[in-house]
Structure formats: C-alpha cells, structure tokens
C-alpha cells in the first residue's frame, strides 16, 4: 500500500530531489513487483499454487532494505513473494526474477542461465547479451526496454499492457 | 358533444364506437410497443456501456500501476469511436484524478472524489457508469464513465411516431370500411325494431310483429318484443272478453237476485213452518202456513193478538214467558204448547223465537210455529213400539246380547243364563263367563276372539260353549253370532241357549238308539227269514203244481183198466185162445193192450218229467236254506259267473207260470264277461221281477202277453239286467213306493220282494231300479250289477 503511494508519487515533474539514489532504486523495486503481475511464467515452474516468486538479487544490493519492505505481505494471486540476495557463482535459475544491476558483470550471469527466468537489469548493452527487460531513467523518470525475442526463449508471455508501457521492444521477427 | 352524440343514428354511433375503440386500442399498444422499445435500447445503451467499461478498466491495470498518465489518457482517447460517451475519467487508488477524456474538450466535467465503484446511474438523458480498476484482485483505481442518449432517443422515436402515424392512418380506413360494413349486422334489426315498434305505437295494431333474424341478444330483444306484443294482445282480448264476461255476469247476477228474492219470498210463503214476525204479541207478518194448516184467513190474523190460538190466559202466559224470558239472554226461545185450529181442533205445536234484528228488538221477533202433532204421534208410537221390542227381547226364552269383545246390551234371559244382575253382565268380557278351557280343550279367550272375529267378519256362527255362572257351575250352552251394524257400528248380536238338558237328553238318546240298532238287527235277521220263506215259499208253489199234476196223472191213470183186462181174461181162462181169436171182444183185446200200453209208457214219461222237475225244485229249496245259512253267517259266497246263465235260471224257475199263462219270452242278450256275483241274491232278485212281471201281465189282462228280458252293459262297468213287460203298467205315485217295505198291490202279496231285492242289489254294490210310463203301459225293472265287486264285506 505504502509502496503503491510512494510509486505514485514518483511522478513526472516531482524529480529525483533529496535522495536520488534511494528514491530511484525504491521505484525500480516497485517496477520489479510490477513485473511479477504482468507476466506469465510456464505452469512447470511452481511446484504448489503457494510456492513463493522468488525475486533474486545477484551481486550488490543496490535496494537495501526497501525492497524487502515493499514484498512484504505483498502476493500475486496466491504466491508469496521472496527477496533473495545472490552470489553470480550461486544456482540463479532458482529464480523467477533475477534483478542484475550495474555493478554485477552481465554476460557472466547471463552464460549460465536455465529458462524461465525474467531477467532484470540495468546495464546498456543488458538486452543485446540476452536479458529480457532493462531499466533506465529518462527525464528523471524511470522506463524500461523489453526484448520479446528473449523473453520468447525463456518461455515468458508479458502481458500486452506492460508491453504497451514499454519505451522500446526488440524483436527480431515482427509478431 | 356527449348530448349530440347520444342524438346521433345508431349507424353512425356504432361506426363511432368502433373507430375510436380500435384506434385507442391501437394507439395504446403502439405507445406500448415504442415504450418497450425505448426500455430495451436503454437497456442495451447500459449494456454497451458497461462491456465499455469494463474493457478500458482493463486495459488501464498496467497504466495505473505503472502511474503511466499519458498511457491510460491513449486508452481513453479510444472512446472518440463510441459518439454517445461524453466524459470519461481515471482515478488512482487515492481518489486523485489520473487521466481524463471529454469529448468536447472541457476539463471539468469529472466530479470529484471518486464515485461509488461499479454503481450505475441514468439521470435524464445521461448515463452514467462506474467501474473499479481491479488488477490481482486490488482495486488500483477507478473508472468512471458518462453516455448521452439523447439524440439517440430523439432520432428512434421520430422513425417510431412516423411509422405508427402511417399504420394508425391505414388501420381507421380498414376500420371504416370494415365498420361501415359490419354495422348493418346490428343496426339493421335495431331499425327494423324501431320501425315496427313507430308502426305499433302510432297505429295501435298489436298484431304487427318484428322480423327475428339472428339469435343474439338484439334477436332476444325482438323476441321478447314481439312476445310483449303477444301478452298485450291476448291481455286486450282478454281484458274485451272480461269486460263483456262482467256485464254478462252483472245482467246475470241481476236475474239471480231478482229469482232470489222470489225464490225466497216464496220460501217464506210456502216454508211448512209458519213464519210471523210479532210484535208485542200482535202478528205483523205472517206466511201461509197458518192459514194452511190452521185455517185462519191471513187477514184475520194479522194485527191480532196471539192469544186468539190459545185455550186458556193461562197457557198464553206461559208461553209468553217461555217464549220471550230467555230471548234477551240467549237470543232463541223455545216452547212446545198446543194451538187452536180455526176448527177448534187443539194440534200439539212447537214454537221458536228470535229477533228480527238482534240490535234492534223493537223491530220485532220472528216467531216459528210448527205443528208437530204428527211427530208427537210418531215419538209416542216409536215408545211404545220401543217397550214392545224390549218387552219380546226381555221374554225371550233365548238368552239374546249384543257385544263387541265386552257385552253392551243383553236380556233377561242372558242374565238367568248366567244367574245374575245385568250390571254383571255390561262391559264385562264373555271370557269372564267362561272356564279357562273349553271341553276340547281349546283356551276360552283365544276360541272366543276367534268367534267373534269370525261373526265381525260376516261368517255367522253357530257352535256349542261351555259358560260358567256366577256360582261357579258349568253350563252347556248353544250359542250363535251374526255381525250387524247398528248406527254405523259394527256389533255382533248373540243369541245364547241352555242345552245343558239337551245334551243330556242327547246322551240319552243316544244310548237308546245303540239299543234300537241291536233291536234292527235282530229285525233285520227276521226279515231275511221272511225273505228265504217268501223264495221257499215261491218253489214250494212250483213243488205243488208238480205234486197235484203227478197225483192227478196217476189218479187218472186207466190202470183199472187193466185189472178188467185181467178179469175178462179170468172169465175166459179156459177157452182163452178161442176167446182171444173168435169172441169179438177177445179179438179187440189185443189191440186194447197194446194202446194201454202205450198210453202208460207216455203216462210214466210225464210223471218222470213232472218228478225231475220237482227234484230241481227241492234242490232249490235246499239251496235257498244253504243260503240262508251262507247268510247268517254274514258271507255270501261270490262266484263269477256268465249273468246270461243267472238270468236263464231265473227264467226257468218261472217256466211254468209262463207257459201256463202263455207268456211270450223275448230274449235280448248282448254279450258280456262273466260277473262276480252272490249267485243266490242275483237268483233270488231275478225270480222275483220275473215272477212280478208275470202278474203284471195276467193283471193287464191282454192277449199279446210278453215279457222281455235285456241283458246289456253301460259305460261306468255295470252291468245291466232288464225285466220289461208290456203289462198293468205302475201309475206314478206308486213309482217311488214300490221298494218299500210292506208295498204291495197284490192280495195275497206281503210287500216284501222288491225290498229285499233293492237291499240286495245295494249291498253287492248295484242297484234296482224301476220305470214306468203309467197305468197300463208296461214297467221296466233294471237290476244294475259292477263288473267289480267292490270289497264290501261287514
């Protein structure tokens, strides 16, 4: 609830003002819960109609503590949502969102990944090294890019409304 | 308007009706139809907006979360394509407004707050909608939405109004065609109703009737006119016809009173009761009667005092007193006195009075005088005729009562029967004069309901009762019951008979009699002694004839003759030869012998015949006594036998009679089967008729002497033996005498023969029977004898 209104109130016009960073990171947490509504993961994924999404965060935190805040008692239909910090050494297809950010190298990560993972991160050339939706800030508002083609590999369907949000889709084959 | 539409012609008031019903009627369901219509476009408008709404609340979840203002603004933007939707805004989940879309334009067409999630309201001619934006079941935000119907509506019901007007315009002409020609079904014999009923109104003529075409009510209603015109036709006649009936009954009635008025006037005249209406005593009016039956001149009465029809002042007083004292009281006076004829004659007459007027007295009172000698006469002679029968009943030596089931009224002599008082006897039950059982011991009171019963129900009684006295005694009584009827009563009238001393005389007598009969039988055996001496006697008759002819025969005979033969012969012993060749007596001698000869050969032959014939008159005899003896001891022997041989017999015994008074015999036998019969009695009968006829014929004295004998048989198995002989004949008086006992018409008869027979006959079951036609005419006795002998042993 708390999260919802600090998501609105990141509005256009209000800016990133006294603290950017955190200000910025508690909104691409919220951009990461989001995700987790509007996409569909293959029904083999969960093991129960309760098992947890697992949203994992590999290499350094940049959220701190607000991400935490934001999941809790927060549920997509039925499932928990679980915060998981990660090593890019550890088994990261466990995962159902892996955010990776700027600091965490990309290709490494993304080498040695199973499918049916949404893959998050913030890097430039994040969807050109297979990612599927990258984060970036654009007139101090946060946006985001999808790449259809490796959401397609991953066996994710992304609802068409977040598709509709998107700054910029790649796709390789026209749909 | 209403006034001059109820003046309209039924024509054009149906044709009315009938448009304006069918266009109200029509124009009601088109309002309807549209009305409907509208109801369901709305409907639909709601519909359509709601999927609407739905949609774009979908379609903005990601916007909303996501805070995308310019996003959700390009999906309501949509909603340019839907013309109808005016406003259209997004709210957060705080109520802050996200994203609106005006269709002119304006921004202040939102209301503020956020309206009530998922509420649908239509106010005029708006629509309006809300919907909440619901994204993993929270609600993000909400959606409200705002429609105009209004020129949808408008342009709907332009082409609604237009349409109905066309089929409103084409439905009147269907109808006035339709109702122009359908009209004349109702209105036509509505006219023709009126028509008749101006014609009867202003014509007066009753007998004009409408024309009944249909069986609808406007047909009842023609019916029933015409029905009326049929009542008030008949109740015309009828009214004419009393009418006339009434004068008719007045005139009528008129007569009647006038003959009336006569009739009565010439009761008052002719009433044999004199009528007078008095006044203080003085005769005012008077009708014939006393000039009739008293023979005073009317108009010497009237304004006479009535003490001229009285003896004395004193009985005129009296009268008066009588007459008139109770007249106030009681409104009727009576008195019975005796008036003065005009011929001095005194007449007994009764008087009765009342007044003319009740309330008015000084009017005067009718007095009715009527002369009742006569009954006075008639009541004395019915007294006395009273006290004679009373007098016959009372000395009656029957004991005479009348009763129901107890005695009303007895006699004297019922209460000597009884030996007690007639108060006893009256209202008491018979039941309690009699012992509880009668000698054959029947119950008193049930034989005696039965006999009374009986005697009610018209069977007259006549039976023997045992009564009981009032000292207790038994009394035989004979007693008979009639049903009469007495004033309309139904009673029975007994008459009652001590036979105590009867009953004994009877048993007396009937001892008596039982020795009579012992006495009757020895008779009876006397008689048939008298019977075998008349038959032994009848043979003996036979057995003398014989005798006297053999003794005469041998009397007469020329033995003599033959000791002079003898002697001759001695005279001439020694020159015998020479006497009987040369003597001329001696000659002739020879000859002589041998005619004597001849003549006693013949003499013997006839004593031979003479003696045999006396033989079968002893065995006769003997036979007759063995009978004799059969019957004292009470058993005839029955032997069946040929009836021709009996009758042959019979003729035989007579043979001689018959020969010697030359009776010619005629025999007429028809064969019949032999008979079983007692041979004797049958003998015995049959000897005796023939011996009768015989006399009858010597008594009638004819040459042409001649006796038959019929043997035949009838129908009913007898059979029939009959003497007839054309002799002395029997005259009819005697016809039915001739079997009695002691009935004879000969001197030297004893009346006994035909008896006997008669008695004989019966008792083998036959009978005999005699006819003759008269004196001089011959008779016919009949002896009838069954086939079968019925067993008729004592």
Known sequence: MLVVALLLTVSPGRGLAESPTSLEYKVKGAFLLNFAKFTKWPAEEFAATNTPVTIGIVGEDPFGSSLDQLVAGETIGSRPIVVKRLKPADDLSRCQILFVPKSTPVTDVLKHLGPSVLTVGESDGFLDAGGVIRLLVDDKKVRFEVNLDAAQRAHLSISSQLLKLARNIKQTVAP | ?794
């Open chain 2, 1 to 794: 308007m209403n006034r001059s539409f109820q003046s309209f012609p039924i024509k054009r008031k149906l044709m009315a009706v009938m448009m304006l019903t069918s266009s109200a009627a029509l124009l009601l369901s088109c309002v309807g139809f549209v009305g409907f219509q509208l109801l369901g476009y709305i409907q639909n408008e709601k519909q359509n907006l709601a999927t609407l709404g739905d949609v774009i609340a979908a379609n903005s979840t990601a916007a909303l979360s996501f805070g995308d203002k310019s996003s959700a603004e390009d999906t309501l933007r949509g909603l340019k394509a839907e013309p109808s939707i005016l406003n259209a805004c997004l709210y957060g989940r705080d109520g802050t407004l996200f994203a609106t879309y005006s269709r002119d334009g304006s921004d202040q067409s939102c209301p503020p707050g956020i309206p009530r999630g998922g509420s649908e309201t239509s106010e005029y001619n708006r629509l309006t909608l809300s919907r909440s934006v619901v994204l993993n079941g929270q609600n993000i935000g909400t959606l409200w939405l705002q429609a105009d119907l209004a020129p949808e509506v408008v342009a709907y019901l332009k082409r609604a109004v237009t349409i109905l007007l066309c089929v409103m315009g084409a439905s009147s002409l269907a109808a006035l065609f339709l109702s122009r020609k359908l009209q004349h079904f109702i209105s036509d014999p509505i006219l023709g109703l009126a028509k008749v009923a101006r014609v009867v109104t202003e014509k007066k003529d009753y007998s004009i009737r409408a024309k009944q075409q249909s069986g609808d009510e406007t047909g009842l209603l023609i019916g029933a006119f015409n029905e009326m015109l049929d009542q008030i036709q008949r109740r015309d006649d009828a009214l004419r016809s009393a009418n006339d009936l009434l004068e008719k009954r007045v005139q009528e009635r008129t007569e009647e009173l006038r003959a009336s008025e006569a009739t009565l006037l010439g009761v008052f005249r002719a009433t044999p009761i004199g009528i007078n209406i008095m006044k203080g005593r003085v005769f005012h009016t008077t009708n014939d009667y006393l000039t009739e039956t008293f023979g005073y001149p009317k108009e010497s009465i009237i304004g006479q005092s009535a003490r001229m029809l009285y003896e004395s002042d004193e009985e005129f007083n009296r009268v008066g007193r009588e007459l008139y004292g109770g007249l106030q009281a009681k409104g009727v006076g009576a008195v019975e006195t005796m008036l003065r004829r005009a011929d001095g004659v005194m007449r007994n007459a009764l008087l009765t009075s009342a007044f003319l007027y009740r309330e008015d007295p000084s009017a005067g009172v009718v007095v009715a005088f009527s002369d009742i000698t006569e009954i006075k006469r008639a009541e004395t002679a019915l007294r006395d005729s009273e006290v004679r029968y009373r007098t016959v009943i009372d000395n009656a030596s029957e004991a005479i009562w009348l009763m129901t089931d107890t005695f009303l009224e007895c006699n004297k002599s019922a209460c000597e029967l009884w030996a007690c008082n007639r108060e006893d006897i009256i209202g008491h039950s018979p039941v309690e004069f009699s012992p509880p059982t009668q000698p054959d011991g029947k119950s008193s009171a049930q034989a005696a309901k039965e006999r009374i019963d009986a005697a009610f129900g018209g069977e007259p009684q006549l039976f023997y009762w045992q009564h009981t006295r009032k000292d207790g005694t038994l009394i035989d009584t004979e007693i008979s019951l009639t049903g009469v009827t007495i004033g309309g009563q139904r009673l029975v009238l007994a008459i009652g008979r001590d036979v105590t001393e009867r009953k004994r005389a009877q048993a007396e007598m009937e001892n008596l009699h039982r020795q009579l009969l012992d006495v009757s039988r020895c008779a009876g055996m006397a008689e048939v002694a008298t019977n075998v001496l008349h038959n032994v006697g009848n043979v003996l008759n036979s057995v003398n004839v014989s005798a006297t002819l053999v003794s005469e025969k041998i009397r007469e005979s020329p033995v003599s003759s033959l000791a002079k033969v003898v002697a001759l012969m001695r005279t001439h012993e020694n020159d015998l030869a020479a006497f009987l060749t040369q003597d001329p007596k001696g000659r002739h001698l020879c000859d002589y012998l041998d005619n004597l000869a001849q003549y006693l050969g013949k003499e013997q032959t006839g004593i031979v015949h003479e003696l045999k014939s006396l033989n079968a008159d002893i065995n006769h005899i003997k036979e007759i006594v063995a009978m004799q003896q059969n019957y004292a001891r009470a058993s005839g022997i029955v032997d069946t036998l040929p009836i021709v041989d009996l009758v042959e017999d019979a003729l035989r015994m007579n043979n001689g009679a018959l020969v010697r008074h030359q009776v010619h015999v005629v025999r007429e036998y028809i064969a019949t089967p032999s008979v079983p019969v007692d041979k004797h009695k049958v003998l015995q009968i049959l000897v005796n008729l023939v011996r009768n006829a015989k006399y009858a014929l010597d008594d009638g004295g004819g040459n042409d002497k001649r006796l038959t004998v019929r043997v035949g048989m009838d129908g009913d198995g007898f059979v029939k033996i009959s003497i007839i002989d054309n002799g002395v004949g029997i005259p009819p008086e005697n016809l039915t005498r001739v079997f009695e006992y002691g009935f004879t018409t000969r001197k030297a008869g004893h009346g006994f023969g035909l008896h006997s027979g008669a008695l004989a006959a019966k008792e083998m079951g036959g009978s005999l029977s005699a006819h003759s036609d008269g004196p001089g005419q011959g008779a016919t006795f009949t002896l009838s004898l069954p086939l079968h002998q019925e067993c008729e042993k004592p």
